[in-house]
């Protein structure tokens, strides 16, 4: 049986832990974390399994009412008929779908503040509204007391509660007439379904949620989701309501991290009157999202949707081609949907149903952007150190075997032989540290003008940012309008100015400055590999270089060495300080500023000084150093890890059995013997590790 998205994550995992099991057995990596500082960048098995474990796969789900969602998740998590058809638009309930032993919800109600707060919008006139959001707010708030009203006097005693309650009562919290559902900010569905354990599958309100703190949630989620879906309905797609989800809550998530289903699409493809197919469905809603993109003129949001493909699919035509065909014809209307579709597009099996549905292109969308968020951070890092761990155990067997090679040499070479390789050991550490040093001052030079370019292009970036926000306050905020009015777009661009341009200007830098780094120590191993063949002409310099050369290359791309990593959250690299600044900016409440319309021309005008003032403090206070600091700050770490190889493993180990020898002359017999018995045990071992890194190997591929 084919796996589901969620199956295949789940056995990835299991994957994973089986192969950094192997790698402890072999003792390559260490069973647990270790405080030694020389074992400190050595990951371990413990280290593996704690991050899998606190892993959480997040994926938002947003969209209007009537669009599918119900449908859609129950394909999509549970291959069941599971969850009830939605609720209205104002009383949509925030639900995380997630891994229980048993199968409970957990609800939690609005608190006595946030109950209080409705009980007041509800009390005013809509024709009071001061715009579209603030009047479907009140009529929110009157659909929630008016509904909360089933629950008379027990009401207060639920407010500011959790409660748990059977699986089978969830419509109660989530349905139009549920007896809890006025009340409900979110609900938590625990199931028991083992690939589910760390993944939160959260269906959002989106639409206009007149809960600030349930708006908040909303939020939250959708900036850690490692996926945001929305699903459009076919019937009428990408309408003005989607516009309103869009711009409230799209530009919430990260740029990649955004994909479109077109829900239903089977109605226009067997529409009698004005039938549309696939491409047609789909790019009516790439020119309408483009067209509000331009509309809206937010810079931010069209970074987000710009390269977005929605994709056509029918969640109810994938739904009944997973379930059992006994359930389908026992239920009246899942059999009438069956008979419908399977007229509609002249089929009769559930594999042409699902193959009509579409929904496995939607999910191979959707595995495409969890590869890109996910793989590198949780599965190839892992991958690569674990591998690394046997190459290093590996080259330093290989080491070894070399040095006692060398060793079993010079006992056996007669004094004048002794004196000459102890000569050319000289000129090799003597040349080999003058080329390392130059290596360092080529990178120096390097990163210095890579810095000052670095230096023009934040700043530039922050400048152009705080020009667009000082545009908006001049030519968007008039004297009647309230400052709130404008704050989503100052927000807006500095959420984009802080989380994505400056953050990927300066992933730009860091894998220019990789780049010179890798040409840079391709000149030093050429010369480094010339060196060693005129002053170690019996040594295998082309393999001891070569390997050396792969191993710093590797790390590199595993960003271990000299590489921004841009799955790190930009609180840990070198700027969380002024990044808190900047976000604090959002609530702009250290400007003092009313939310209400200011009606006197004089403080309107000292208003707009005063933020264009904060607004040149942020240009003028930018510094651009942290950024840069880390793009380029293992710099030194790629010098010492080719000092310490050439240098410390290498030549110095030689000069050193050179003296030893030198001061063992009368067990120079019996220490032959035993450095050739080290040798045969080093051959072995060679052996061993070959024959575990060609398992490991071939594990690995069950990843790609």
Same mark, same amino acid.
């Given at each position: 049986?084919?796996?589901?998205?969620?199956?295949?994550?789940?056995?990835?995992?299991?994957?994973?832990?089986?192969?950094?099991?192997?790698?402890?057995?072999?003792?390559?990596?260490?069973?647990k974390k270790s405080n030694d500082a020389s074992n400190k960048e050595i990951i371990s098995l413990e280290e593996i399994k704690e991050k899998l474990e606190k892993d959480t796969l997040t994926i938002g789900v947003i969209g209007q009412m !009537?669009?599918?969602?119900?449908?859609?998740?129950?394909?999509?998590?549970f291959q069941d008929d599971i969850l009830p058809a939605a609720t209205t638009p104002m009383t949509a309930t925030?639900?995380?779908?997630?891994?229980?032993?048993?199968?409970?919800?957990?609800a939690e109600f609005y608190t006595k503040d946030e109950w209080e707060e409705q009980k007041m919008q509800a009390s005013r006139d809509e024709n009071d509204a001061a715009n579209s959001l603030d009047e479907s707010k009140i009529k929110a708030a009157k659909e929630l007391v008016s509904k909360a009203a089933k629950l008379g006097s027990s009401l207060n005693g639920y407010l500011g509660q959790t409660q748990e309650d059977n699986f089978n009562n969830l419509i109660e919290y989530v349905g139009a007439d549920g007896k809890f559902v006025s009340i409900t900010k979110s609900v938590t569905i625990y199931y028991p379904h083992e690939y589910l354990k760390?993944?939160?599958?959260?269906? /959002?309100?989106?639409?206009?949620?007149?809960?600030?703190? &349930?708006?908040?949630?909303?939020?939250?989620?959708?900036? !850690?989701?490692?996926?945001?879906?929305?699903?459009?309905?076919?019937?009428?797609?990408?309408?003005? /309501?989607?516009? $309103?989800?869009?711009?409230?809550?799209?530009?919430?998530?990260?740029?990649?991290k955004v994909l479109v289903g077109i829900n239903k699409y089977d109605i226009p493809y067997c529409s009698e009157t004005n039938p549309e197919d696939e491409n047609q469905i789909k790019e009516y809603v790439k020119s309408e999202i483009r067209k509000a993109c331009r509309d809206c003129n937010d810079n931010t949001l069209v970074e987000i949707l710009n390269d977005v493909e929605p994709i056509p699919l029918s969640a109810e035509m994938a739904l009944l081609s997973e379930l059992p065909m006994s359930k389908i014809t026992s239920t009246e209307s899942l059999n009438f949907a069956f008979k419908r579709h399977c007229s509609n597009f002249g089929i009769s099996t559930q594999n042409e149903l699902l193959q009509w549905s579409h929904i496995n292109d939607f999910i191979a969308a959707v595995k495409n952007l969890i590869e890109n968020e996910k793989n590198k951070i949780l599965f190839a890092k892992p991958l690569n150190a674990i591998m690394a761990a046997g190459d290093r155990k590996k080259s330093d067997n290989d080491n070894e075997l070399n040095l006692v090679n060398s060793k079993i040499?010079?006992?056996?070479?007669?004094?004048?032989?002794?004196?000459?390789?102890?000569?050319?050991?000289?000129?090799?550490?003597? &040349?080999? /540290? !003058?080329?390392?040093?130059?290596?360092?001052?080529?990178?120096?030079?390097?990163?210095?003008?890579?810095? &000052?370019?670095?230096?023009?292009?934040?700043?530039?970036?922050?400048?152009?940012?705080?020009?667009?926000?000082?545009?908006?306050?001049?030519?968007?905020?008039?004297?009647?309008?309230?400052?709130?009015?404008?704050?989503?777009?100052?927000?807006a661009e500095i959420q984009s100015l802080v989380t994505r341009k400056l953050?990927?200007? /300066?992933?730009?830098?860091?894998?220019?400055?990789?780049?010179?780094?890798?040409?840079?120590?391709?000149?030093?191993?050429?010369?480094a590999e010339d060196l060693l063949m005129r002053y170690l002409p019996d040594f295998d310099s082309r393999y001891f270089v070569k390997s050396t050369q792969n191993k710093i290359q590797m790390d590199m791309e595993s960003s271990d060495l000299f590489s921004f990593d841009s799955g790190t959250d930009e609180r840990d690299y070198g700027v969380g300080d002024m990044v808190g600044d900047i976000r604090n900016v959002a609530s702009w409440g250290v400007l003092g500023l009313v939310d209400k319309v200011v009606d006197n021309i004089l403080s309107h005008s000292e208003n707009v000084v005063k933020v264009e003032n904060f607004i040149n403090s942020i240009s003028g206070d930018f510094d651009f150093k942290p950024y840069l600091d880390t793009a380029f700050a293992r710099k030194e770490t790629v010098i010492d890890f080719v000092k310490n190889t050439f240098i410390t493993e290498l030549i110095e180990p030689l000069q050193e059995q050179i003296k030893?020898? &030198? $001061?063992?002359?009368?067990?120079?017999?019996?220490?032959?013997q035993n450095t050739k018995k080290r040798r045969d045990e080093l051959v072995?071992?060679?052996?061993?590790?070959?024959?575990?890194?060609?398992?490991?190997?071939?594990?690995?591929?069950?990843?790609q």
């Open positions: 049986m084919k796996l589901n998205l969620f199956e295949e994550l789940h056995e990835k995992k299991t994957k994973l832990i089986e192969l950094a099991d192997k790698a402890a057995e072999f003792g390559w990596i260490p069973t !009537k669009c599918g969602k119900s449908t859609f998740l129950n394909s999509f998590v925030l639900s995380v779908i997630t891994y229980g032993e048993k199968e409970r919800i957990v760390g993944v939160e599958v959260v269906d /959002t309100p989106g639409f206009n949620d007149p809960i600030v703190s &349930r708006e908040e949630r909303t939020k939250e989620f959708l900036k !850690k989701a490692d996926v945001v879906i929305m699903m459009l309905y076919a019937g009428r797609p990408f309408d003005a /309501t989607d516009r $309103d989800i869009i711009f409230k809550n799209v530009r919430q998530c990260g740029i990649g040499e010079l006992l056996m070479m007669p004094d004048s032989g002794i004196d000459e390789k102890e000569e050319n050991l000289a000129k090799a550490n003597k &040349r080999l /540290t !003058k080329k390392i040093n130059l290596l360092g001052e080529d990178l120096d030079a390097d990163i210095q003008n890579l810095v &000052r370019k670095g230096k023009n292009e934040l700043e530039d970036i922050v400048d152009a940012s705080c020009k667009r926000m000082k545009d908006i306050i001049h030519n968007e905020w008039g004297r009647m309008k309230s400052f709130e009015s404008i704050q989503p777009r100052l927000d953050k990927r200007a /300066t992933e730009n830098l860091a894998d220019e400055g990789k780049k010179k780094i890798k040409r840079s120590i391709g000149d030093f191993f050429a010369d030893e020898i &030198r $001061d063992q002359k009368e067990n120079k017999e019996k220490e032959l072995a071992s060679k052996a061993i590790i070959s024959t575990q890194i060609s398992s490991l190997a071939e594990f690995k591929l069950s990843f």
